[in-house]
């Protein structure tokens, strides 16, 4: 729903904020396969590991996937992760963080304000009609 959209979008704001930030290379990508309308979806997922304050070593999945991927094995990435849970962790890029809700965002408001458009305009006909019915 729109709401969670919202909530997700400043939820990842407020992490941001909070967390550390690391450097962490890309190690793997995997792949996740899910059905949508009879068809079989694909996405990508890298996987990062870095290191953190304390010198151990973290690794994860980004939640988010693509197709085709958006990353390389190899690749270095920037990471915001948990001081107090480190296995909490996302890469730091506008898609990763914000790009998904903001989209989902300007997608409601779209919509939203053609049905405010399409309301007004019958509320507008509706009007006119009653004129039209006192003068006759």
């Known amino acids: 729903s729109l709401h969670e959209l919202f909530r997700s979008g400043y939820s990842n704001f407020r992490f941001a904020l909070e967390a550390k930030r690391g450097e962490g290379v890309v190690v793997e990508i995997k792949e996740h396969t899910r059905r949508a309308k009879r068809k079989q979806k694909k996405s990508y997922h890298p996987v990062v590991e870095f290191v953190v304050a304390d010198g151990s070593r ?12 958006s ?7 920037a990471v915001l992760y948990d001081p107090n849970n480190p ?25 939203g304000f053609l049905f405010y458009v399409g309301r007004r305009e019958k509320q507008k006909q509706v009007s006119e009609t009653n004129v039209l019915n006192i003068h006759l």
């Open 87 to 111: 296995k909490k962790a996302i890469i730091n890029g506008l898609f990763e963080n914000f790009l998904g809700p903001v989209v989902m965002g300007l997608f409601a408001g779209f919509f």
């Open 58 to 69: 973290q690794r994860f999945e980004s939640q988010v996937g693509t197709n085709p991927a």
């Open 71 to 77: 990353h390389v094995v190899g690749e270095e990435v």
